[in-house]
């Protein structure tokens, strides 16, 4: 995507703040003239930063204001090593907000709406986020948090909930609640605005059948304000990202040499007016294509695509990069397959060979199907893989999406 002049401008000064003080940047670009910085190109030279890079940096590395202007700090998750320290200043907050807002207003919610938000508060960016967002439009939030079912659909049903903010997998879990308990007559819902995780075709159909509502993906980390920075539209053709306050960038995962529109990669964003901890060339592992031109919502910002899972989940067979969601999504069109499956790939004899685990639909036709799944990787993924076709349940269930892919080359 071509850099804006007005972007160019903000990531120039930007640079020069960062290298003209004590600090993470000044550190990172040492021995890089960046008056010497003057074009796109130029830019696409600059070091990546990257999330070890951003541990590396706690607690309060990444800090690149006085101790006077930070207001509040977010953290994400340390599942693995340190977590990292994000410090927001009023302006990051506000701004945060701002964006925050405008995912709302794509989504057609407007101050009237009542939002009950269940991502979590804390250090975690997600709740407040959310919170901010809606309040700044000017609707009511109703701040519950996670958990607790049977108070959530009290709260739903008695406050006449409008939105739904949620992670996919407890937008489902309520859903089924809700058809459990026959309550959906009682309720008000009419959007869903789910986040945080990669969530597949069917189950996307299942929480929007279940609740009779529309759905839309919000997108966003905590290196990077938090959610909200990017949403879906009613034309549900890729996200929405607000551009006039991040620049973004899809580069090949194993090169990082910059990729052309349209071509899927991992996303790399950098912050154009966030203060207490802007980031420059972040990688964000998330794989993601810029799409070419303009939506039919007539919306101004640049989309993303649907995030096709991380880079730690792609696997290279034969050339060709193969990601979940590619899988996901094939197996969503094919009659009589699940959505559960496992992808193996070994080296047997010199050569790469891949085996596909799927479960079947009862009362499916096994070979039929093991047939019409083969032909349908071979057209759309591009590489020849064995199918077994095994009965429902019979993979092991994880959280983790990684775990369906296992390279054992
Ligand atoms: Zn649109």
Not at 298 to 315: E, F, K, L, Q, W
Not at 331 to 337: D, F, H, M, N, V
Request: glycine letters at 10%; one cysteine or more; charged letters at 30%.
């Amino acid at each position: 995507m071509k850099m804006t002049e007005t972007q160019f401008e903000l990531i120039k000064a930007q640079l020069e703040r960062l290298v003209s003080r004590e600090g993470f940047y000044r550190e990172k670009l040492k021995g890089i003239d960046i008056g010497s910085v003057q074009s796109q190109e130029d830019f696409e030279r600059l070091p990546f930063t990257w999330k070890g890079d951003l541990r590396e940096a706690y607690p309060l590395g990444l800090q690149a204001v006085p101790d006077g202007e930070v207001v509040r700090i977010h953290s994400s998750s340390g599942t693995t090593g340190m977590p990292v320290i994000i410090p927001y200043t009023a302006r990051d907050v506000e701004d945060w907000a701002i964006m925050f807002s405008r995912c709302y207003e794509t989504a057609g919610v407007t101050k009237l709406d009542r939002v009950q938000i269940t991502p979590g508060y804390g250090l975690w960016t997600a709740g407040i986020g959310f919170q901010s967002g809606a309040e700044r439009l000017g609707a009511m939030a109703i701040p519950m948090g996670p958990g607790n079912t049977e108070k959530q659909l009290q709260m739903m049903a008695d406050l006449k909930a409008t939105v739904l903010c949620a992670t996919s997998s407890y937008a489902l879990l309520l859903a089924e609640e809700i058809a459990r308990r026959g309550i959906r007559d009682r309720l008000c819902l009419k959007k869903g605005i789910i986040g945080s995780e990669r969530w597949g075709e069917k189950m996307r159909r299942r929480i929007a059948g279940e609740l009779g509502i529309e759905l839309y993906d919000i997108y966003g980390l905590t290196e990077i304000y938090g959610p909200g920075i990017g949403i879906s539209c009613g034309h549900g053709c890729g996200m929405h990202v607000w551009d006039d306050y991040l620049y973004f960038e899809v580069v090949d995962p194993a090169t990082g040499k910059n990729l052309p529109d349209g071509e899927t990669g991992e996303l790399v964003i950098t912050t154009l007016k966030k203060e207490g901890a802007p980031l420059i060339r972040y990688r964000t592992h998330d794989l993601t294509r810029l799409i070419p031109g303009r939506c039919p919502c007539g919306s101004p910002y640049p989309r993303i695509d649907t995030i096709a899972g991380r880079t730690d989940d792609m696997v290279k067979v034969k050339g060709v990069n193969i990601f979940p969601s590619q899988i996901d999504e094939l197996l969503s069109a094919t009659p009589g397959a699940s959505s559960e499956y496992r992808l193996v790939i070994d080296h047997v004899e010199g050569r790469d060979v891949c085996t596909l685990t799927v479960e079947i639909e009862k009362g499916a036709d096994g070979e039929a199907l093991e047939a019409e799944i083969k032909r349908r990787f071979k057209s759309r993924i591009g590489i020849a893989v064995e199918v077994e076709p095994v009965e429902l349940g019979a993979l092991p269930r994880s959280e983790k999406k990684t775990a369906r892919v296992s390279d054992r080359r």
